[in-house]
T-cell receptor, first 111, second 111 residues
């Protein structure tokens, strides 16, 4: 059974810092991995999707990497802003549409 | 498109009552998912549909839970009878391909 963990559980940084969020999964036979953002009281918004054949994806200040063999993914946020404050979840898809989510990392970016 | 629409946003009910949660997916999406989110267990997949057909309901916790998708634009999740341990945020998500789009969720409180 696929298990997804995320470290750290919470992170507080001053504005402008670069930061890295970590995601680990136990079964490396995945189709893809997605990073989501969740704001308080809201649903999840997909940020980046990495196919199993890819090593990384970039969108603006966000960069996600994937190392399938070691069961790891990282989300890099450059030049963090207070508006980046949210919970970030990773999700792995083992076989068509069955996404397993991690518990999330709660990020606070202080002005 | 208005995105995935869920109703109600909040539901407070008493133990033993029937609860019906509603979801309108994004037009053209062929997958629909129901998730439950709690502090203890995180985000869990309950059931998902493809082209209105239930594909995997292994996450439905008990026979008290049922879900239907009578057409491409509407789905319901019903709990009968409800129990306090059902209190959670229930999310509906729709997808085309591999990206998921979440609704804002229904906050359910069973007293």
């Amino acid at each position: 059974k696929q298990e997804v963990t995320q470290i750290p559980a919470a992170l507080s940084v001053p504005e402008g810092e670069n930061l890295v969020l970590n995601c680990s999964f136990t079964d490396s036979a995945i189709y893809n991995l997605q990073w989501f953002r969740q704001d308080p009281g809201k649903g999840l918004t997909s940020l980046l999707l990495i196919q199993s054949s890819q090593r990384e994806q970039t969108s603006g200040r966000l960069n996600a990497s994937l190392d399938k063999s070691s069961g790891r993914s990282t989300l890099y946020i450059a030049a963090s802003q207070p508006g980046d404050s949210a919970t970030y979840l990773c999700a792995v898809d083992n076989y068509g549409q069955n996404f397993v989510f991690g518990p999330g990392t709660r990020l606070s970016v202080l002005p | 498109d208005a995105g995935v629409i869920q109703s109600p946003r909040h539901e407070v009910t008493e133990m033993g009552q029937e609860v019906t949660l509603r979801c309108k997916p994004i037009s053209g999406h062929d997958y629909l998912f129901w998730y439950r989110q709690t502090m203890m267990r995180g985000l869990e997949l309950l059931i998902y549909f493809n082209n209105n057909v239930p594909i995997d309901d292994s996450g439905m916790p008990e026979d008290r839970f049922s879900a239907k998708m009578p057409n491409a634009s509407f789905s319901t999740l019903k709990i009968q009878p409800s129990e306090p341990r059902d209190s959670a945020v229930y999310f509906c998500a729709s997808g085309l391909g591999e990206k998921l789009f979440f609704g804002s969720g229904t906050q359910l409180s069973v007293l």
